[in-house]
């Protein structure tokens, strides 16, 4: 496994490392003492996959709040995806800053979401399948959003959105730590 830190402290852009002979190759895509090495949480509660029917539908933005929140790792297996993170924790020097990642079945990389996260994705072709590893068990009182088109991000996704849950059109607006409300 290949990490690469990327502008968004404590998050990993994961790649895998192929060893090629005449059948092919082989990777691990999961190593527990190889994520502890560069000193990221390896607990996995649950793997869920997300199946996104048309070009353009997009996820997010999602998280689950305290005490029930989840490092991720996020990566596609049949298609595209542009991921997004929206750094939420209000002391780390990327705070309120967003990074997005083209995830592909062909590029095979992954994404390391630390806790604090927003995390959102918009497919880039149709049938993409999406494998998230996930820290923590789902708690439904837990789960919390903003708008994917919060000015507040000013996320710049790749195509017009044409398919969003009615769920993520209603997360409210955006309001910094320490703000009045």
Avoid at 99 to 107: D, H, K, S
Avoid at 142 to 154: L, M, S, T, V, W
């Amino acid at each position: 496994m290949i990490f690469t830190p990327t502008k968004l402290e404590g998050v990993m852009q994961i790649d895998l490392e192929l060893h090629r002979d005449e059948r092919g190759f082989f990777a691990r895509a999961w190593c527990p003492r190889e994520l502890a090495a560069q000193g990221l949480e390896a607990d996995i509660a649950q793997e869920s996959l997300s199946y996104n029917a048309r070009r353009g539908t997009l996820r997010g933005l999602h998280l689950q709040k305290a005490p029930h929140e989840e490092t991720k790792i996020v990566r596609c297996v049949h298609g595209a995806i542009f991921d997004v993170i929206v750094d939420l924790r209000p002391h780390s020097p990327s705070y309120c800053r967003w990074q997005g990642f083209e995830l592909t079945a062909a590029n095979r990389r992954a994404v390391y979401i630390p806790k604090g996260f927003l995390h959102g994705f918009q497919s880039l072709t149709d049938e993409a399948e999406i494998l998230y590893q996930i820290s923590a068990f789902y708690a439904p009182d837990a789960a919390a959003g903003h708008r994917y088109d919060d000015p507040a991000f000013a996320i710049a996704w790749p195509l017009p959105v044409t398919v969003i849950s009615e769920r993520d059109l209603s997360w409210p607006a955006f309001v910094p730590a320490g703000a009045a409300r």
